[in-house]
């Protein structure tokens, strides 16, 4: 049982604060993302938990203990690090055990767990081997191998699939996805690539210039994103934002189209709609047509909206031409609504 | 266009005379370094009579005379013991206090980390004429004169920067997530540098360790202004060999130079990796 709550952590390096007050609770054996552009402090956040990074301020708790003030080893987690960090003058199987030694585990137990791990990674036949010896998949395997050993009541992962190409990183993300539900540890996973946080994680953090921004389970970060930033950042290509004026208490014309929309004070907010969240018709936004691109299953045109950029994607026998008019229509019940001055969902 | 198609004639010639000035700089400054070994060794090598005759013979008839006399030639076992006892303490001194500061260097952000690391080079700024003598005059007062750990200690200033510097470049080779990754595997700091910085930089370590030993087995101004009765081989050969023939001051030079050159021949990878060369 080990549930992880962050409570008011922030960090300052000199004068840049990295982390404003993060307040964050992941439950036992949650599958928690932290995802954010880099620099972010997804990184800084995941290495608080770890002891590698000591908070400014706050407190971190895991497994209803704080392990603020404990070094790395008393906290009962394992790590996986970007560069796989494998020890380079230790064969594969002392990498694995190497944990286990220090916990002075008896030969036979040590012998167990590391087989145990190396069958479940796939990396029962090199053992043998140095990390000179791997390639970087394999060492990829090699470093979870190492922290699953431990059979620690946290994991925590920083951009573990970055360093690989992409269809070994697809296969791995898959196995561990696999690999770690089984194992019922509670995980945090530390990315910058948005697939790989929808299709890992139970619960995403979104993070931003040191906060968290959201924190949802992944559709309903990408269906009801909480600010402007979670809706320009999740989803590729991203939403699109029309300024919309009131026309009366709860009405508001966007690009030439009345919808209903929130009651609020301000004469102008912010309209959005993911791109495969219109239709192209008789009525809607008026849009003409700048770029339209193919890609097979759907057709992505890129058309100009009161001066913007609108994107859509529509069904790729559409007949769409540069230069053609479009009336596009958004899904009523898929329209959100910003506040152009806090960002935040209205 | 023609400036393309002129420089693309003119570039074989102009790389045909690099060559050519590459291989000819390349000899100079072979036989620049390697002449005087050769003459050094031949003439070690060959018996006294032979020594001053002329014309010189291109290989040495492995005459051992001079070698032998050399060697039991009174006080130079002693001058020797003294020589190896001077640098090995040198040798673990320099490492003893190197290490750490490498380390340091490589691992910690700390204020005045940039003033520290040039204060480490400046130490090499004075030249140590300067120093020997308040130098002289302290280790007459503290009883340090004429002792090995006190010529130790001036040796271990000469070779310190480069123990730290050598150091530096070894420990920031070590990817630091190593050094975390033990820790979250149960280690602490001091445990984590056993079990996996210590591996990996112990060859780097004796290079920078064989190094300060060479430092101290070469130096002469300290060790003749320093010590009178526990001379070191180079002050002993320096103050005996002046008036000695010159067979016998081939044989010492030999004994002198030829250890120095196979232990910095044996080091010579992380010697290059300090000044940022890389070789392979």
């Known amino acids: 049982m080990a549930e992880i709550v962050i409570k008011q952590v922030a960090k300052r390096f000199g004068g840049f604060t990295a982390l404003h007050s993060i307040d964050l609770t992941i439950t036992d054996q949650e599958f928690m993302v932290l995802l954010g552009a880099s620099g972010c402090g997804k990184t800084t956040l995941l290495r608080i938990v770890a002891g590698l990074e000591t908070p400014s301020q706050g407190e971190v708790w895991i497994g209803g203990r704080r392990v603020d003030h404990l070094p790395p080893r008393d906290r009962g987690i394992a790590m996986v690090f970007q560069n796989y960090a494998v020890f380079p003058h230790l064969t594969v199987f002392e990498n694995i055990a190497f944990g286990l030694r220090m916990k002075k585990l008896p030969q036979q137990e040590v012998d167990g767990r590391v087989n145990r791990t190396a069958e479940l990674m796939h990396i029962e036949q090199l053992l043998k081997r140095y990390s000179g010896q791997l390639s970087g998949g394999q060492r990829q395997r090699v470093a979870v191998a190492r922290a699953l050993a431990m059979e620690p009541d946290v994991i925590l992962m920083d951009e573990p699939l970055s360093n690989l190409d992409a269809l070994l990183r697809l296969e791995m993300r898959a196995e561990l996805k696999g690999v770690l539900a089984a194992s019922k540890t509670t995980t945090i996973y530390v990315t910058h690539d948005q697939v790989e946080a929808m299709s890992l994680a139970d619960r995403i953090a979104v993070m931003h210039q040191g906060r968290i921004v959201q924190a949802a389970s992944p559709v309903e970060v990408y269906r009801n994103p909480a600010a402007r930033f979670v809706g320009s950042f999740i989803g590729n290509p991203p939403m699109n934002f029309i300024p919309a004026t009131k026309t009366a208490n709860g009405s508001w014309t966007v690009a030439g189209l009345t919808?209903?929309?929130?009651?609020?004070?301000?004469?102008?907010?912010?309209f959005a709609i993911r791109p495969e969240?219109?239709?192209?018709?008789?009525?809607?936004?008026?849009?003409?047509?700048?770029?339209?691109?193919?890609?097979?299953?759907?057709?992505?045109?890129?058309?100009?909206?009161?001066?913007?950029?609108?994107?859509?994607?529509?069904?790729?026998?559409?007949?769409?031409?540069?230069?053609?008019?479009?009336?596009?229509?958004?899904?009523?019940?898929?329209?959100?609504?910003?506040?152009?001055?806090?960002?935040?969902?209205? | 266009m023609s400036t393309v198609a002129e420089l693309s004639i003119a570039a074989p010639e102009a790389r045909k005379a690099g060559n050519w000035l590459l291989v000819a700089t390349v000899i100079l400054l072979c036989v620049w370094v390697l002449l005087p070994i050769y003459l050094l060794i031949v003439n070690a090598l060959s018996s006294p009579e032979q020594v001053t005759a002329f014309p010189k013979r291109f290989f040495p008839s492995f005459d051992f005379g001079s070698l032998s006399f050399f060697i039991n030639f009174a006080g130079v076992a002693k001058a020797l013991w003294n020589s190896v006892l001077v640098a090995t303490l040198t040798m673990l001194l320099s490492i003893g206090f190197g290490a750490p500061a490498g380390y340091a260097l490589s691992r910690f952000d700390f204020p005045g980390k940039e003033t520290f690391r040039f204060l480490v080079l400046m130490t090499r700024a004075f030249p140590l004429p300067l120093l020997a003598l308040p130098l002289a005059v302290m280790f007459i007062r503290t009883g340090l004169d004429d002792t090995a750990i006190g010529l130790a200690l001036v040796h271990t200033t000469l070779a310190l920067p480069f123990a730290v510097l050598i150091t530096f470049s070894l420990?920031?080779?070590?990817?630091?997530?190593?050094?975390?990754?033990?820790?979250?595997?149960?280690?602490t700091r001091l445990q984590a540098f056993r079990k996996v910085i210590l591996p990996l930089a112990l060859p780097g370590i004796a290079a920078s360790a064989v190094f300060a030993f060479t430092i101290s087995w070469n130096e002469v101004f300290a060790a003749a202004v320093l010590t009178i009765e526990n001379r070191t081989l180079t002050a002993f050969l320096l103050q005996s060999l002046g008036e000695s023939p010159l067979y016998l001051k081939f044989a010492g030079g030999a004994a002198l130079v030829i250890p120095a050159l196979i232990f910095i021949f044996a080091v010579r990878k992380y010697l290059f990796a300090m000044w940022g060369i890389a070789n392979r």
């Open chain 1, 259 to 270: 919808l209903p929309g929130p009651k609020s004070d301000k004469q102008t907010i912010e």
């Open chain 2, 171 to 187: 420990f920031s080779g070590i990817p630091v997530e190593l050094e975390e990754a033990a820790w979250t595997l149960g280690c």
């Open chain 1, 277 to 346: 969240d219109v239709d192209a018709g008789n009525e809607g936004i008026n849009a003409t047509v700048r770029v339209v691109e193919p890609l097979g299953p759907h057709t992505l045109v890129t058309c100009d909206v009161e001066g913007g950029l609108f994107r859509a994607i529509l069904e790729s026998n559409a007949a769409v031409a540069v230069g053609d008019h479009l009336r596009l229509a958004p899904k009523p019940d898929r329209i959100r609504w910003f506040d152009p001055e806090t960002t935040n969902a209205l």
